[in-house]
C-alpha cells in the first residue's frame, strides 16, 4: 500500500544555515539599473545582484545572499558593498594604466622650429610635448606648440597656391606662339592638304576605273595556305565547339582572314571540321586526365607488381627484392601479399 505524501509547512523556506553558505564560495552584492532605462526589461534603479567571483548577474534575490546589517553609521549598507567593489574596480584600472604606462617608451619625436618645445610619440600611440631647455613635459599641447603648428600650415598653404600659380602662369605663357611654333604649324598645314589632295586623285582614279594596286588576301595566296589561315583565326578566335557556325561569326568580325575563304558553304564545313578537332583534342584530354588519376587512387601494392614483376618468377625472391619498398609494406600480412602476387601472375602473357 502507498503511503500518503507529507504535508509540507506554509511560506517560504528560512535561509540555509552558515556551513551552506561557505560552502558555495559565493560573494554577492546589490546593485541599481541605471535611471534611463526605459525601454529595457527593467525599471530604473532596480535592484540586481552581481557575483564577483564567477561573473554572474540575476534579477532573482539568490538563496544564498546574505543582506548586510544596517547601522546608524551606514544605513546604507545594502548598497554600500556594490560601492566599495566599483571604487576597487576603478582604483585596479587605474593602477594597470599606471603599470602600462611605466612600460610605455619614446619612439619618434618631432621638433619645432623657433620653439623649445618638442613633440613626442610613444609606443602605445600616446604623444606628450617635452621642453628642451626647462624639462618640463605635459599631455597638453602647449600654446607655443600650436602657435608654430598653425605657422607650418599657414606655409604649407602659401607653398601650394604659388605652385598652382605658376602651373597656370605656364599654361597661359604656353598659349602663345612665337616664330618657330608659327612656321612648325604652318609646315603642318601644308602637309595636311598635301594629302587630301591625294586622298582626293586616289578617289578619282577609282571612280574612274582604275585597277587598285593591293590585291586581296585571298587572290594573291594559294589556297591550301588560305584554309590554314582560316582554321588558325577559328582556333584563336576560341570558339565554342558546340556551337553553330552563324553564332561563332560575330566573334571573327574585323578579321582580315574571314575574307581568305569567300564560299559560305566551305567555311561552314571548315568550321564544322575545327570544332571536331577541338572536341577530340578535349576528349583525349579527359581520357589522359582520368587515366592519371586512376592511376594515382590504385593500390600501392597493385602498383609495386606491376613495376616490378614483368615476367614469371617467385615470390621469395619478389620478397627478397623489394622487402624495403613502402609499397611492399602497405600489405600487413605475407598470406595476402602471396595471393595479390599469384593473381598479378595469371595476367602476364608468356
Not at 25 to 46: C, I, M, R, S
Request: charged share 30%; with cysteine.
Amino acid at each position: 500500500m502507498q503511503s500518503a505524501r507529507p504535508q509540507l509547512p506554509p511560506g517560504r523556506p528560512p535561509q540555509p544555515p552558515p556551513e551552506v553558505l561557505f560552502a558555495t564560495g559565493h560573494n554577492w552584492a546589490v546593485f541599481l539599473a541605471p535611471t534611463n532605462a526605459q525601454g529595457k526589461p527593467h525599471l530604473p534603479q532596480e535592484p540586481y545582484y552581481y557575483e564577483r567571483n564567477n561573473g554572474i548577474t540575476t534579477w532573482i534575490r539568490p538563496f544564498d545572499y546574505v543582506e548586510p546589517e544596517a547601522s546608524s553609521d551606514n544605513p546604507n549598507a545594502v548598497l554600500a558593498v556594490g560601492e566599495e567593489w566599483q571604487r576597487q574596480e576603478v582604483e585596479r584600472k587605474r593602477q594597470n594604466a599606471r603599470k602600462r604606462a611605466k612600460q610605455d617608451k619614446p619612439v619618434r619625436q618631432s621638433d619645432f622650429q623657433g620653439s623649445s618645445w618638442r613633440q613626442v610619440e610613444t609606443q602605445q600611440g600616446r604623444i606628450y610635448y617635452y621642453n628642451t631647455k626647462t624639462g618640463e613635459s605635459c599631455w597638453k599641447q602647449p600654446d607655443e606648440v600650436a602657435e608654430a603648428l598653425r605657422k607650418i600650415d599657414k606655409h604649407e598653404a602659401d607653398q601650394q597656391q604659388q605652385e598652382t600659380s605658376a602651373d597656370e602662369n605656364y599654361q597661359m605663357e604656353g598659349t602663345e606662339m612665337n616664330v618657330e611654333d608659327a612656321e612648325w604649324m604652318l609646315a603642318q598645314m601644308e602637309a595636311d592638304q598635301n594629302e587630301e589632295s591625294e586622298m582626293e586623285e586616289y578617289s578619282d582614279s577609282k571612280d574612274a576605273g582604275i585597277v587598285e594596286t593591293e590585291t586581296t588576301i585571298g587572290t594573291s595566296l594559294p589556297k591550301s595556305e588560305c584554309v590554314e589561315r582560316f582554321k588558325s583565326m577559328l582556333l584563336e578566335a576560341n570558339i565554342d565547339p558546340f556551337g553553330t557556325w552563324e553564332m561563332q561569326m560575330s566573334k571573327l568580325e574585323g578579321d582580315p582572314r574571314l575574307a581568305d575563304i569567300s564560299d559560305t558553304t566551305e567555311q561552314q564545313d571548315l568550321f564544322d571540321a575545327v570544332c571536331s578537332d577541338i572536341i577530340a583534342q578535349r576528349r583525349q584530354m579527359n581520357s589522359e586526365k582520368r587515366r592519371d588519376q586512376s592511376d594515382t587512387l590504385r593500390d600501392p601494392f597493385d602498383q609495386l607488381l606491376e613495376e616490378k614483376v614483368k615476367k614469371k618468377t617467385l615470390f621469395a625472391k619478389f620478397c627478397q627484392k623489394n622487402l624495403r619498398d613502402p609499397r611492399y609494406l602497405t600489405i600487413k600480412t605475407s598470406r595476402e601479399r602471396e595471393k595479390r602476387f599469384k593473381k598479378h601472375l595469371e595476367t602476364l602473357t608468356g
